[in-house]
């Protein structure tokens, strides 16, 4: 009988996911765990601050019921999410994320068989994994696979373009190089759009 040893990803990405396991959020489990030098060195769950109530206390998610689309206004949700408390817990302990890799599980809240989610970082973590210093994201996709990042390739994007320009973002899907937010274009101001256009030349 053959053995299908995992991958050094696909293991640390199966960690992720039972961490996910643990989040308190009432829409998705979000399960994160960075790796520094074949270590594990923290882990974060999508879950609400230290001795706060969470929206399982509170029984809804309030960014449902005001309507907020997935990917806007996270300073309205009552969660730290998972990679954000990954960074925290690390700095809590000291320990260093320099040269490390984030890996992120996602999947829709409810049982194992809940549709697995592509796991990219918002745009506050993703800002926050650049500035800690890690060197790959690696995060499940829909499909059951995933997807590795190189947060240079992030920086590189970024200097190049603007932030509205990610291609995975999360929440969204991108069609025909316009980003979408519930299928619907995600509109910019006219003024906005003038200045983007001319700082681009």
């Not at 809804?60 to 925290?88: D, T």
Request: with cysteine; aromatic share 8%; net charge positive.
């Amino acid at each position: 009988m053959e053995y299908n040893r995992p991958s050094k990803d696909q293991y640390y990405l199966d960690i992720a996911k039972s961490v996910c396991k643990r989040g308190t959020c009432t829409k998705v489990e979000i399960g994160c765990v960075i790796i520094r030098e074949d270590q594990i060195v923290s882990t974060g769950y999508c879950g609400a601050p230290r001795g706060t109530k969470s929206s399982i206390d509170h029984g809804f998610c309030l960014r449902r019921q005001l309507g907020i689309p997935s990917g806007h206004r996270y300073e309205i949700c009552r969660s730290v999410h998972a990679e954000q408390n990954a960074i925290i817990n690390a700095a809590r302990s000291g320990t260093s994320l320099l040269g490390g890799d984030m890996y992120i599980y996602g999947k829709i809240q409810g049982d194992d068989k809940a549709q697995t989610l592509n796991a990219f970082p918002c745009f506050i973590c993703k800002k926050m994994i650049i500035n800690c210093g890690l060197k790959r994201v690696i995060c499940s996709l829909k499909d059951g696979g995933y997807k590795i990042f190189s947060v240079d390739e992030w920086v590189e994007d970024w200097r190049k373009g603007d932030i509205i320009d990610d291609t995975f973002q999360y929440g969204v899907e991108t069609k025909s190089g316009t980003p979408t937010v519930n299928n619907k274009p995600i509109k910019i101001s006219p003024v906005l759009k003038k200045k983007v256009e001319k700082a681009k030349k």
